[in-house]
Nanobody
Framework: QVQLVESGGGLVQAGGSLRLSCAAS????????QAWFRQAPGKEREFVAC????????IYADSVKGRFTISRNNARSTLYLQMNSLKPEDTAIYYC??????????????????WGQGTQVTVSS
């Protein structure tokens, strides 16, 4: 069992920055992928970024590439999302997720087994 708790969300003006954290408790040994997704009101949950099991490979959605950076600590117990140059369209609830089997694509919600409760990010124009 893995429990995930996000933090760091809030209200920020366009162009500003936020750093989200996702603390994991329980077994983090067999984690093959860790990711951030987001969901805006009335929209489906969408992929933001992920980091693969060895930590060397990352994938970003085109909409955040060059602005967001995913990282984690060596123990894989804390996942981060540094968000810079925020835009109003980044407003959403942000969720972290862990995969305990090798994901097919790393970019679909169905690839992940454990989810946090989400943290709200609101970007004002």
């Amino acid at each position: 069992q893995v429990q995930l708790v996000e933090s760091g969300g809030g209200l920020v003006q366009a162009g500003g920055s936020l750093r989200l954290s996702c603390a994991a408790s329980g077994s983090t040994f067999s984690v093959y992928g860790q990711a951030w997704f987001r969901q805006a009101p009335g929209k489906e949950r969408e992929f933001v970024a992920c980091i693969r099991w060895n930590g060397d490979n990352t994938i970003y959605a085109d909409s955040v590439k060059g602005r967001f950076t995913i990282s984690r600590n060596n123990a894989r117990s804390t996942l981060y999302l540094q968000m810079n140059s925020l835009k109003p369209e980044d407003t959403a609830i942000y969720y972290c997720a862990n995969a305990i089997s090798i994901p097919d694509t790393y970019t679909k919600p169905s690839d992940y087994d454990y989810w946090g409760q989400g943290t709200q990010v609101t970007v004002s124009s």
